[in-house]
Nanobody
Framework: VQLQASGGRLVQPGGSLRLSCVAS????????MGWYRQAPGKQRELVAV???????NVVDSVKGRFTISRDNAKNTVFLLMNRLKPEDTAVYYC???????????????WGQGTQVTVSS
């Protein structure tokens, strides 16, 4: 199983980006999918998570600016980021709890990270 994240780049303050993350490989089902970020010198932190049923949890610092969504048919999770601020600069990682086969419990998988830089 692999998670492939994309969409990060340099953007000006106030701009928007959409990150995507596709899960591929032997997948029976996917439970929670989410996005984390890690800024230089800081610990990795949760940004947003969405359950297989569509329930969403978003960290307070991005509420009203970031939107998480998923396409279950395509095993893909998105993060739409609006009104970006310099403090949003970080490497963004996608995460998913995946059952590879029906008889297995879910396991945590991580994408490789995509750099988001907010700067003028």
């Amino acid at each position: 199983v692999q998670l492939q994240a994309s969409g990060g780049r340099l953007v000006q303050p106030g701009g928007s980006l959409r990150l995507s993350c596709v899960a591929s490989g032997s997948i029976f089902s996917i439970n929670d999918m989410g996005w984390y970020r890690q800024a230089p010198g800081k610990q990795r932190e949760l940004v947003a998570v969405i359950t297989s049923g569509g329930r969403i949890n978003v960290v307070d610092s991005v509420k009203g600016r970031f939107t998480i969504s998923r396409d279950n048919a395509k095993n893909t999770v998105f993060l739409l980021m609006n009104r970006l601020k310099p403090e949003d600069t970080a490497v963004y990682y996608c995460n998913a709890e995946i059952r590879r086969f029906w008889y297995m419990t879910g396991e945590d998988y991580w994408g490789q990270g995509t750099q988001v830089t907010v700067s003028s």
